[in-house]
């Protein structure tokens, strides 16, 4: 089943007043706690529509760390705001949802990591944002699937241990020399796709273009006429002459899409592409975290001190 971006974007008369309501209230506690709002371009649109700064993984990380605000309101999910407190440990940094994590960063222990360091003594270890503090600390660097090809040839080991995303490990592997030992993670959300999908919505859509995030599957991915990040994504929509884009990631970046691109249409390829964690944060939820300064994430000093480096490093791969 297809889905076609902005056609559920549409609030009736009760919504509209409630979201007016909710973000004047956010607005003046967001001035009282000198706080920043950066939310993730899958987060729900009501929520997009409040942002201070919005992005992909890397854009955050990176707003994260120059913020001179007291407050950061990350909405997106656990690993994002922990990366955030490990770049700017000054600073608050809240979590709306405490629950809404990412099954793929859980799908890789510190425990599981040092063993499989342990047989590739001579590996470096690169691990995706999408991961917990702990793994991050176990690593030599980490990336977003905005700069993976990069970091992964920045690196002076020919051997890569790559974490948690096996998808994103093998897109890596064939754009470049290195040898990469796949984790077997993956996204459950981007997983779901098959090149199937892609097949069936090319028959009802002959001359669209096709981008897909490389969390996809390699045979997504070898239908694709680009795999970006969610904001390599908008740059891409921006400058491409397609009328029509086929876009293999999560549903919420059609909000975003349409509305930088009006004359444009964003076909989804299935109606499995929702990320349920990324779907908890709620205008009661950005309120609550703000009026009540909670959930407050932190990482343990040594943990984050590993962390950092590893992030920082990432960070500076330009
Ligand atoms: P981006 O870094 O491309 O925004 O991706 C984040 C993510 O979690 C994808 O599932």
New binding site residues.
């Given amino acids: 089943m297809l889905r076609t971006a902005g056609k559920n974007s549409h609030p009736d008369e009760a919504e509209r007043k409630y979201r007016a309501e909710m973000t004047e209230k956010i607005a003046a506690l967001k001035e009282k706690r000198n706080a920043v709002l950066l939310v993730?371009?899958y987060q729900r649109d009501e929520i997009q529509d409040i942002a201070d700064i919005m992005g992909?993984?890397?854009g955050l990380a990176r707003a994260a760390a120059e913020t001179d605000k007291d407050v950061i309101v990350f909405c997106g999910v656990v690993f994002m705001a922990e990366s955030a407190s490990i770049l700017n440990p000054r600073k608050t940094v809240l979590l709306p949802v405490k629950e809404a994590g990412?099954p793929l960063a859980d799908m890789a222990t510190v425990e599981e990591l040092r063993k499989i360091k342990e047989r590739f003594p001579d590996a470096a270890v690169v691990s995706y944002v999408?991961s917990s503090a702990l793994v991050k600390a176990e690593s030599d660097i980490c990336c977003?699937?905005?700069n993976a090809i990069k970091v992964v040839n920045s690196v002076k080991e020919d051997r890569i241990i790559f974490v948690p995303d096996r998808n994103l490990g093998r897109y890596v592997a064939g754009h470049t020399d290195k040898e990469i030992i796949l984790w077997p993670g993956y996204?459950e959300?981007?997983d779901r796709l098959r090149a199937a999908d892609i097949l069936e919505c090319k028959k009802k859509y002959p001359d669209a273009e096709v981008i897909a995030?490389p969390?996809c599957r390699t045979e997504v991915l070898e239908l694709a006429d680009a795999a970006l990040?969610?904001?390599g994504m908008l740059r891409y929509a921006e400058g491409s002459k397609a009328g029509t884009i086929i876009v293999g990631t999560?549903i919420g970046m059609g909000y975003r899409l349409k509305r930088e691109n009006p004359d444009k249409t964003f076909i989804f390829p299935s109606e499995c592409l929702i990320?349920e964690t990324m779907k908890m944060t709620t205008l009661d939820a950005v309120h609550n975290a703000l009026e009540n300064m909670v959930h407050e994430i932190r990482v343990d000093e040594e943990t984050r001190r590993k962390a950092n480096i590893a992030l920082t490093r990432m960070l500076e791969v330009v």
């Fill in positions: 993730h371009n992909d993984s890397l990412c999408n977003t699937s905005a996204c959300t981007h995030h969390e990040s969610t904001s999560e990320c």
